[in-house]
């Protein structure tokens, strides 16, 4: 079982970049499918950032030109570099992992083997 440890959450100023880290444990950490989800206000969480099954990013609409997703598997590490922040990008921001792809056809799995303890990502404008 992977554990997973989130950093990197602050509050900024609409417009800005912050970057988050997903610090990963567990000597199987690389055969695992890595995304971003987060969880808004009022709102139910939902999937950010993603690798396919190719590898190739995932995003969801909302974030696309402005977050990018990135993973280092030496340094067992995830990462989300959010650019061009908004004030609607406010949210617990949490890493998740699985055994399987964590999105597909547009869908995305809340229902994974690991999740960290969450970032707060607070945008204000």
């Known amino acids: 079982q992977v554990q997973l440890v989130e950093s990197g959450g602050g509050s900024v100023l609409a417009g800005r970049s912050l970057r988050l880290s997903c610090a990963a444990s567990?000597?199987?950490?690389?055969?695992?499918?890595m995304g971003w989800f987060r969880q808004r206000p009022g709102k139910e969480r939902e999937g950010v950032a993603a690798?396919?099954?190719?590898?190739?990013?995932i995003y969801v609409d909302s974030v696309k030109g402005r977050f990018t997703i990135s993973r280092d598997n030496a340094e067992n590490t995830l990462y989300l570099q959010m650019n061009s922040l908004k004030p609607e990008d406010t949210a617990m921001y949490y890493c998740?992992?699985?055994?399987?792809?964590?999105?597909?056809?547009?869908?995305?799995?809340?229902?994974?083997?690991?999740w960290g303890q969450g970032t707060l990502v607070t945008v204000s404008s």
């Open positions: 567990g000597h199987t950490y690389s055969t695992y499918y």
């Open positions: 998740g992992a699985d055994r399987h792809p964590v999105t597909a056809g547009g869908l995305w799995r809340n229902s994974l083997d690991a």
């Open positions: 690798f396919d099954t190719d590898g190739s990013p």
